[in-house]
């Protein structure tokens, strides 16, 4: 089956999302502690909350993320625009830590107040990692449907 148009809007708005996450990350993983990591990948500061569990949690979902998450939805966009199964199966799971981590991140956030609540960040930083996994879910469980 060939790539819709759809198909690879969702494919490549994947592989930009998920390069930019994956260059931060990548970062947060080689230079854990940098101030420039803290203010720009991390968000928040250590002081702000227990600083074991700032640098933890955010050291976990940054290895995860490489190691992990990051080739998953490579492999699945790579795959979705060459119009083959597998590659829409592996973006299906790839699309499922962009709103699970963000659940994550929100519960993180609200009880540890790490990062303000500006309208800025809940809407254009936060919010555009669930709706862009519930979108390329929805998308890929539709098309695996449809092509069985």
Do not use: H, K
């Amino acid at each position: 089956m060939d790539a819709t148009p759809l198909t690879w809007i969702v494919a490549v708005s994947g592989l930009l999302l998920i390069l930019l996450l994956g260059a931060l990350q990548l970062v947060a993983v080689l230079r854990p502690r940098a101030e420039w990591t803290i203010a720009s990948v991390y968000g928040g500061s250590p002081e702000g909350t227990d600083p074991t569990a700032y640098f933890a949690f955010n050291q976990g979902m940054a290895w995860a993320d490489v190691i992990a998450w990051v080739p998953l939805q490579i492999a699945g966009s790579i795959g979705m625009l060459l119009g083959e199964r597998w590659g829409f199966l592996i973006a299906l799971v790839a699309s499922v830590p962009f709103w699970y981590t963000a659940i994550t991140i929100f519960i993180w956030d609200r009880d540890m107040g790490i990062r303000e609540p500006t309208a800025f960040y809940w809407i254009i930083v936060w919010a555009i990692w669930p709706v862009f996994g519930i979108v390329e879910g929805v998308y890929c469980f539709v098309w695996l449907l449809e092509s069985i």
